[in-house]
């Protein structure tokens, strides 16, 4: 499947935050292989696992990639108000249970997460677009405490939320689970991408999208072997695909976060709708439920675009063609 970049276009510039995890780390992967995309940095925050092993992964996968030189920034270590749950008991302790562990031949900047992201944007010649596939605590505080830049971010696409079920509670999708008080904060600030822009471009690609994006061990087995980056991916799903087999029967694992970053590359692969999005943050029962209003029942003005379907089949042929030789 080839690139959508056409010719004479440069690469669409992305900063990634993110919380490694096995499908944050193929959507590294991606962006990286991927010529239509310039990841140009990465920061990491605490979700699937706690802030040093994002971050340590973060520069693990940076390294199997030869891709040293993109700076990694550490973000918050916790949620804004509430304590951290992490994802360990899917992901691992580490967070990339499956492969042997490596350590990183170099550490993370000396500048924050937040420090970086404005940084990258005080300096960008033209709009970056921000990738956000964990918690959104680094991501509210782009919001509150640089409101002078957000006309330099071209578009936030976020790994998150769902209409319908939630998948770490009933209602509840982990992202905005984790820290619903940062969620709440970005999507209060959003608006819709080719709209008129009254906030922060918003994208989000949630569960009805991102369940239907899975893998199997039959595409494992296709990337073994076929080097180091397929051999790498192969040991992750031996992992991955193997929780999702015990703990819910199916037949695969579903990449959730890679979905962002195969949004960007093909816009066709997933369908969206525009829908005003709130977060639940008060209630026992429902917190970091995203109530998306679908059918504007609400007379809320929209404020962003959701995801409600995807390509699975272009999507599986992008990744495999991608993390392949």
Known sequence: MPSTTAPGTSPRRVLHDCDPGHDDAIAIMLAIADPSIDLIAVTTVAGNVTLEHTTNNALRVLDLLGRGDIPVAAGRAAPRVRDLSTAAVMHGESGLAGPLPVTPSSGPSELTALEMIEQVLTEATEPITLVATGPLTNMADV???????????????????????????????????????????????????????????????????????????????????????????????????????????????????????????????????????????????????????????????????????????????????????
């Open 143 to 325: 919001v509150e405490q640089l409101p002078h830049l957000h006309h330099m971010i071209r578009e936030l696409v976020i790994m998150g939320g769902a209409v319908e079920l939630g998948n770490w509670t009933p209602a509840a999708e982990f992202n905005i689970w984790v820290d619903p008080d940062a969620a709440d904060i970005v999507f209060r600030a959003g608006c819709v991408p080719g709209g008129e822009r009254t906030g922060i471009p918003l994208t989000m690609i949630g569960l009805e999208v991102t369940h239907r994006a899975w893998l199997t061990d039959e595409h494992a087995d296709a990337l073994r072997g076929t080097g180091d980056v397929g051999q790498f991916v192969a040991e992750l799903l031996d992992h991955f695909v193997g929780f999702h087999q015990d703990r819910f029967g199916w037949e695969g694992a579903p990449i959730h976060d890679a979905v962002t970053i195969a949004h960007l590359i093909d816009p066709t692969l997933v369908t969206t709708l525009p829908m005003n999005v709130q977060v639940e943050t008060e209630s026992a029962l429902c917190i970091g439920r995203t109530v998306a209003d679908r059918w504007s029942v609400t007379g809320q003005p929209a404020n962003a675009a959701v995801g409600i379907d995807i390509d699975r089949n272009r999507f599986v042929t992008m990744l495999l063609d991608r993390l392949s030789p």
